[in-house]
């Protein structure tokens, strides 16, 4: 069984930059998707950036293009996210999560359907 566990989580100020790591155990199906999630308070959980290929073909949700990046380093077993440029609504609670949808349902951004999940590392983004 797989087992997810996501560390780097904190308290930045605007603009300032995060990285977290996602440590899995256990095999996962690289051709189904390793995304990244997230929930502020009184909202519901939303993908911010998947892994949805064994070649790593990576996609982000519009609101973190271009400041966001995630990786697989497949030595470690470990997906991280950079976040750079951070922002005030970039604050929530942060989620990995794997065995995900295939890459070509192009689903990557549902978490109803991804099966396993961490639980999460928190990040605060102060004005």
């Known amino acids: 069984q797989v087992q997810l566990v996501e560390s780097g989580g904190g308290s930045v100020q605007a603009g300032g930059s995060l990285r977290l790591s996602c440590a899995a155990s256990?095999?996962?199906?690289?051709?189904?998707?390793f995304g990244w999630f997230r929930q502020a308070p009184g909202k519901e959980r939303e993908g911010v950036a998947a892994?949805?290929?064994?070649?790593?073909?990576?996609v982000y949700a519009d609101s973190v293009k271009g400041r966001f990046t995630i990786s697989r380093d497949n030595a470690k077993n470990t997906v991280y996210l950079q976040m750079n440029t951070l922002k005030p609504e970039d604050t929530g609670m942060y989620y990995c999560?794997?065995?995900?949808?295939?890459?070509?349902?192009?689903?990557?951004?549902?978490?109803?359907?991804?099966?396993?999940w961490g639980r999460g590392t928190q990040v605060t983004v102060s004005s």
């Open positions: 892994i949805v290929s064994a070649g790593g073909s990576t």
């Open positions: 999560a794997a065995d995900g949808p295939p890459g070509s349902s192009r689903k990557w951004y549902n978490p109803l359907e991804y099966i396993r």
């Open positions: 256990g095999y996962t199906d690289s051709n189904n998707c």
